[in-house]
Nanobody, 117 residues
Framework: QVQVVESGGGSVQPGGSLNLSCTTTAYTSNSYDLSWYREAPPKDREFVASVGGGGRVRYLEAVKERFTISRDKVEVAVYLQMNNLQPEDTATYYC???????????WGRGTLVTVSS
């Protein structure tokens, strides 16, 4: 089982920025798709952004002009640069590493992002 740990959350004012990090214990970089999800109860967990093992990226439409996902050049790790944060971005952000061969998904415990005046 791959271990996943998120960090970088915090409290910011609208318009502020944060950079989230996700590190994993995986060691074969191109065998994993890496994704960010967020959850703000009572809403369901929703997809935010992903980068595939081959570099393919996807974004939630609502964040694509403000957030940038990138993966580490060497390690199985992923980052999410979040700019111009808005109150609706407030959520716990979770990182997912999915093995492209076995399809097994590993989740972190999340990092909290709070955006308020």
């Amino acid at each position: 089982q791959v271990q996943v740990v998120e960090s970088g959350g915090g409290s910011v004012q609208p318009g502020g920025s944060l950079n989230l990090s996700c590190t994993t214990t995986a060691y074969t970089s191109n065998s994993y798709d890496l994704s960010w999800y967020r959850e703000a109860p009572p809403k369901d967990r929703e997809f935010v952004a992903s980068v595939g093992g081959g570099g393919r990226v996807r974004y939630l439409e609502a964040v694509k002009e403000r957030f940038t996902i990138s993966r580490d050049k060497v390690e199985v790790a992923v980052y999410l640069q979040m700019n111009n944060l808005q109150p609706e971005d407030t959520a716990t952000y979770y990182c997912q590493a999915q093995n492209r061969w076995t399809r097994v998904k590993s989740w972190g415990r999340g990092t909290l992002v709070t955006v308020s005046s």
